[in-house]
């Protein structure tokens, strides 16, 4: 726990500090976070939920290729480059770490508070999903890009990184409506109610035709219904983390309107957001097998935190305080409280600690190797 809370403090105090650095020194400073963020995500040795899993799939990709990580394939053609040069698991994840930490350095550059929006990342998309969803993490990797390059009106290279996104985690679908709308644009009502009916029909036919079934659905998520989950009495408290931010949007709508840039990632954020909760509730009421309904609506919502962080950071910016330094103070103390709440009480936080690092312990020659038997 000590790891990822210092972490987490020295830059929050950094932060607050507001060192005014010359344009070359930031420049060098993110190259060093970056290098830093790389290595510790990519790093890490038995650390995260689905650590061991990860293991027996990328030694069971020898022998299948084409199978493995997901009917969609994504991930396996990163396990199939790693093993054509006879590299080990470390190594995996050293690419997939590469692709996530890039993506996310590079949706930064989205906000003026790159290290501010950066801290702000670090408890629930760096350390939760860095470190315990590879999968998920290699998408939203591609994602970040993809959301990067829709903001600068680079179509071409959004629908590139999109597509990449779907392929390793079909979860990223539900950002689609960044193909459809561009910065600045203005939302009507009349293309909104069409966009959502043909995405309804369309999820619907995929889940009819691809998936059948609810289990299926949860194996390509990744969730495994063999499983039983047993949750804390804590677990709908990220839920409530989602509606906060929801909230200030909605508060402050006005302020927001006036970002006319990169609105609709906010509108259209917020609108699903608020929809997946709703409607985990209501399949929760009326579904009887549904101990993996929130889980999969957690899965669904884990890309939105970006967007969540930036409205915390946009709100900085908008609110017009005498000592806008407390206020900065109260939403770093607010996520530093999300992290401790989640290291502390969390039933699988168990898995994440402590940090343990390849490139800090030695270990035996197959440190990271599992015994498949064929």
């Given at each position: 726990?000590?790891?990822?809370?210092?972490?987490?403090?020295?830059?929050?105090v950094?932060?607050?500090?507001?060192?005014?650095?010359?344009?070359?020194?930031?420049?060098?400073?993110?190259?060093?976070?970056?290098?830093?963020?790389?290595?510790?995500?990519?790093?890490?040795?038995?650390?995260?939920?689905?650590?061991?899993?990860?293991?027996?799939?990328?030694?069971?990709?020898?022998?299948?290729?084409?199978?493995?990580?997901?009917?969609?394939?994504?991930?396996?053609?990163?396990?199939?480059?790693?093993?054509t040069?006879?590299?080990?698991?470390?190594?995996?994840?050293?690419?997939?770490?590469?692709?996530?930490?890039?993506?996310?350095?590079?949706?930064?550059?989205?906000?003026?508070?790159?290290?501010?929006?950066?801290?702000?990342?670090?408890?629930?998309?760096?350390?939760?999903?860095?470190?315990?969803?590879?999968?998920?993490?290699?998408?939203?990797?591609?994602?970040c890009?993809?959301?990067?390059y829709?903001?600068e009106?680079?179509?071409?290279k959004?629908?590139?990184f999109?597509?990449?996104?779907?392929?390793?985690?079909?979860?990223?679908?539900?950002?689609?409506?960044?193909?459809?709308?561009?910065?600045?644009?203005?939302i009507?009502?009349?293309?909104?109610?069409?966009?959502?009916?043909?995405?309804?029909?369309?999820?619907?036919?995929?889940?009819?035709?691809?998936?059948?079934?609810?289990?299926?659905?949860?194996?390509?998520?990744?969730?495994?219904?063999?499983?039983?989950?047993?949750?804390?009495?804590?677990?709908?408290?990220?839920?409530?983390?989602?509606?906060?931010?929801?909230?200030?949007?909605?508060?402050?709508?006005?302020?927001?309107?006036?970002?006319?840039?990169?609105?609709?990632?906010?509108?259209?954020?917020?609108?699903?957001?608020?929809?997946?909760?709703?409607?985990?509730?209501?399949?929760?009421?009326?579904?009887?097998?549904?101990?993996?309904?929130?889980?999969?609506?957690?899965?669904?919502?884990?890309?939105?935190?970006?967007?969540?962080?930036?409205?915390?950071?946009?709100?900085?910016?908008?609110?017009?305080?005498?000592?806008?330094?407390?206020?900065?103070?109260?939403?770093?103390?607010?996520?530093?409280?999300?992290?401790?709440?989640?290291?502390?009480?969390?039933?699988?936080?168990?898995?994440?600690?402590?940090?343990?690092?390849?490139?800090?312990?030695?270990?035996?020659?197959?440190?990271?190797?599992?015994?498949?038997?064929q």
């Open positions: 726990m000590i790891t990822y809370l210092s972490i987490y403090i020295y830059l929050a950094l932060s607050l500090s507001e060192i005014k650095l010359s344009h070359d020194k930031k420049f060098f400073y993110f190259i060093l976070l970056f290098i830093f963020m790389l290595l510790f995500v990519s790093g890490r040795h038995y650390v995260g939920g689905d650590y061991v899993k990860y293991l027996y799939w990328f030694e069971y990709a020898k022998l299948f290729p084409t199978k493995g990580f997901s009917t969609l394939l994504g991930l396996n053609y990163i396990t199939i480059i790693s093993q040069v006879s590299l080990e698991y470390f190594f995996f994840n050293f690419l997939c770490a590469l692709i996530f930490i890039s993506g996310i350095f590079k949706f930064l550059n989205i906000s003026n508070e790159r290290l501010f929006l950066l801290i702000l990342l670090i408890p629930t998309m760096i350390y939760v999903v860095g470190l315990g969803y590879t999968r998920q993490s290699v998408s939203i990797g591609f994602l890009l993809s959301i990067y829709w903001s009106n680079m179509n071409v959004k629908y590139i999109f597509i990449l996104s779907v392929l390793v985690h079909i979860s990223s679908l539900i950002f689609f409506f960044i193909l459809f709308y561009k910065t600045y644009e203005k009507k009502l009349s293309k909104l109610y069409i966009l959502s009916a043909l995405f309804i029909i369309f999820l619907y036919i995929i889940f009819i035709y691809y998936f059948n079934n609810l289990s299926n659905l949860y194996s390509v998520i990744g969730l495994d219904v063999k499983i039983n989950i047993q949750n804390s009495s804590f677990k709908y408290l990220k839920f409530l983390a989602h509606i906060l931010p929801c909230i200030i949007f909605i508060f402050f709508l006005k302020d927001f309107k006036k970002d006319k840039k990169i609105y609709p990632l906010y509108f259209f954020s917020v609108t699903i957001i608020i929809a997946v909760i709703v409607l985990m509730i209501i399949l929760k009421i009326v579904i009887d097998k549904s101990s993996y309904i929130d889980v999969m609506a957690d899965r669904l919502l884990l890309p939105f935190l970006l967007v969540e962080a930036l409205i915390f950071v946009r709100l900085y910016s908008i609110v017009n305080l005498e000592y806008k330094f407390l206020f900065k103070l109260l939403i770093l103390f607010y996520f530093g409280f999300m992290l401790f709440i989640w290291l502390q009480f969390a039933d699988n936080s168990h898995a994440w600690k402590p940090y343990r690092s390849i490139l800090l312990e030695s270990y035996s020659d197959n440190y990271n190797t599992f015994e498949f038997e």
